[in-house]
């Protein structure tokens, strides 16, 4: 039989198969509505085989898009009709939404088609609930031509599950000379807990998930020629601008310096260190112009949010100078969501298993990360350009989007998914050289983690269940810090050590 027709097959089993378990379970009265469900899932599962087959195919990657795609949309379907049963009594949750933000888009969105108003006005001031409008518009125009009858909110759901799914075979199918990264890189795009919960809602995060990974493998591939390369990339990010005008700039110029730094070492030249000065002022600039009045703002307010909301936060900042507070959050918002809160702070069944599955995903893929600004010292002369900037960009990602860690445990992390691609492949990197290497360093950072992670779950056990007796906070910080340190000087001496003995061979093949 031909492929494509096989191809064909599979997508309508799959996508009979899940329309039949919507309509069953969301009970839902409009023909109209499941049958524009049914053809959307037909077209999405059909682009992910072939493009499977194009980008693959090897039986690994089948397995992972497969069962990628099963978690997020039996997540989202799960999450749709069972919150109103399962959740806390609040609107967002009876209503069947994982997020508010989502709850309020969508809402607008059904609002607005529903409504004699062209969809483009969608990106006007006076809808609140999406600043840039495009994900509105989007989901307004899908209401008003697919489901008009009928408020199928899971029509949304299904399509953030598709264009998350669809950067899986791009970051697989990334140029690297040591698969194991892209495996690893491909493993943490797919499973990575906050990825999955994100991707099953009507949330932004997923389409810029998917919409990064093609733009960085044509950044990068060199399957396609330039001509076609330039065109599919104007267009990716003039979609990913629509969505998320701040973030899409960071991710744009990410692939740019990306690019080219990918052209230098395939013709094994060095990277001018004029280029090198020119990617930082524009990074700078790009902050300072796009989002540096927004990100002090927004911090200060969710600084203010963060002492209402918690008696423990309000104590530390009263202990603290009033410079010292936003540095605080900041540092306080990299460590979320933190695994021993998750662990002991009470809430129900569904939020807590949640948030113990998300608060493991970042405890595992911190580390990985940390060790990556060591692993700028150890990688060749050749590589170490290249990764410094790109480490680098990641780290100062990191820290701008853990400014907004006073609003709550949701809006920092779900920052970090808009660059999941480069700190997916850059937390592979990390792990594969470490852990083949047995570096030290990557050991020690390992026992930072565990240090922190033990200090933190004992005391919220003493605080929520009144065990083992309470540390006070900034003798615990300061007892982190000076064992921290201590692991920190100690690995300087053995560097010392081991750089007399002989220096360590460098990494030999092209991360």
């Known amino acids: 039989m031909n492929k494509k027709l096989t191809d064909l097959f599979w997508s309508f089993g799959s996508s009979l198969f899940i329309s039949l378990l919507v309509f069953l379970i969301g009970d839902v009265p409009a023909f109209g509505s499941m049958i524009s469900f049914f053809l959307l899932a037909i077209i999405g599962i059909y682009v992910l085989i072939r493009l499977y087959r194009l980008l693959g195919p090897n039986k690994l990657l089948c397995w992972i898009m497969i069962l990628a795609f099963s978690l997020r949309i039996g997540f989202g379907i799960f999450s749709t009709y069972g919150l109103p049963i399962i959740g806390y009594d609040q609107k967002t949750q009876q209503e069947g939404y994982l997020f508010r933000d989502a709850y309020n888009r969508d809402l607008q969105a059904w609002k607005l088609a529903g409504s004699e108003e062209p969809i483009w006005i969608a990106f006007g001031s006076e809808f609140f609930s999406d600043q840039y409008g495009g994900l509105l518009a989007i989901s307004a125009?899908?209401?008003?031509?697919?489901?008009?009858?009928?408020?199928?909110?899971?029509?949304?759901?299904?399509?953030?599950?598709?264009?998350?799914?669809?950067?899986?075979?791009?970051?697989?199918?990334?140029?690297?000379?040591?698969?194991?990264?892209?495996?690893?890189?491909?493993?943490?795009?797919?499973?990575?807990?906050?990825?999955?919960?994100?991707?099953?809602?009507?949330?932004?995060?997923?389409?810029?998930?998917?919409?990064?990974?093609?733009?960085?493998?044509?950044?990068?591939?060199?399957?396609?020629?330039?001509?076609?390369?330039?065109?599919?990339?104007?267009?990716?990010?003039?979609?990913?601008?629509?969505?998320?005008?701040?973030?899409?700039?960071?991710?744009?110029?990410?692939?740019?310096?990306?690019?080219?730094?990918?052209?230098?070492?395939?013709?094994?030249?060095k990277i001018p260190f004029v280029f090198l000065a020119l990617s930082g002022f524009l990074i700078l600039v790009s902050i300072g112009i796009l989002s540096w009045g927004w990100i002090i703002e927004a911090s200060k307010w969710d600084a203010i949010l963060a002492v209402q909301k918690s008696g423990w936060i309000k104590?530390?900042?009263?202990?603290?100078?009033?410079?010292?507070?936003?540095?605080?959050?900041?540092?306080?918002?990299?460590?979320?969501?933190?695994?021993?809160?998750?662990?002991?702070?009470?809430?129900?069944?569904?939020?807590?298993?949640?948030?113990?599955?998300?608060?493991?995903?970042?405890?595992?893929?911190?580390?990985?990360?940390?060790?990556?600004?060591?692993?700028?010292?150890?990688?060749?002369?050749?590589?170490?350009?290249?990764?410094?900037?790109?480490?680098?960009?990641?780290?100062?990602?990191?820290?701008?989007?853990?400014?907004?860690?006073?609003?709550?445990?949701?809006?920092?992390?779900?920052?970090?998914?808009?660059?999941?691609?480069?700190?997916?492949?850059?937390?592979?990197?990390?792990?594969?050289?470490?852990?083949?290497?047995?570096?030290?360093?990557?050991?020690?950072?390992?026992?930072?983690?565990?240090?922190?992670?033990?200090?933190?779950?004992?005391?919220?056990?003493?605080?929520?269940?009144?065990?083992?007796?309470r540390i006070d906070f900034i003798l615990m910080i300061a007892i982190i810090s000076l064992l921290l340190l201590g692991i920190i000087v100690q690995g300087i001496f053995h560097e010392v050590k081991i750089n007399k003995r002989a220096k360590l061979k460098p990494l030999e093949t092209n991360p």
Do not use: C
């Open 141 to 269: 125009f899908i209401y008003r031509y697919s489901s008009p009858f009928f408020h199928l909110k899971i029509l949304i759901t299904l399509l953030a599950v598709i264009i998350s799914v669809i950067g899986i075979p791009f970051v697989w199918n990334m140029p690297v000379k040591h698969q194991g990264v892209n495996v690893l890189a491909t493993l943490i795009y797919a499973f990575y807990p906050d990825a999955i919960l994100f991707s099953s809602s009507q949330m932004r995060e997923p389409f810029l998930m998917g919409l990064s990974a093609i733009l960085f493998w044509l950044a990068i591939s060199k399957r396609l020629s330039r001509q076609k390369r330039l065109i599919f990339s104007i267009i990716i990010s003039l979609f990913m601008l629509v969505l998320s005008t701040r973030t899409a700039v960071f991710i744009i110029l990410f692939a740019i310096i990306w690019s080219f730094m990918e052209s230098q070492e395939e013709k094994a030249k």
């Open 315 to 469: 104590f530390i900042f009263s202990r603290i100078p009033e410079i010292l507070q936003l540095p605080f959050l900041s540092v306080y918002g990299l460590t979320q969501p933190v695994l021993p809160a998750a662990l002991v702070e009470p809430a129900i069944a569904f939020w807590k298993t949640i948030n113990i599955f998300r608060s493991v995903g970042w405890a595992l893929l911190a580390p990985l990360l940390a060790y990556s600004v060591a692993l700028i010292f150890r990688l060749p002369k050749i590589y170490k350009h290249k990764w410094v900037v790109l480490i680098i960009f990641v780290i100062l990602w990191l820290l701008l989007s853990s400014t907004r860690a006073g609003g709550d445990i949701w809006d920092n992390p779900r920052y970090r998914l808009a660059l999941l691609v480069p700190i997916a492949r850059t937390a592979a990197l990390s792990f594969e050289y470490g852990w083949r290497r047995k570096d030290h360093w990557f050991i020690r950072i390992l026992l930072a983690e565990l240090i922190f992670n033990l200090f933190f779950l004992q005391w919220y056990l003493s605080r929520y269940l009144n065990l083992f007796g």
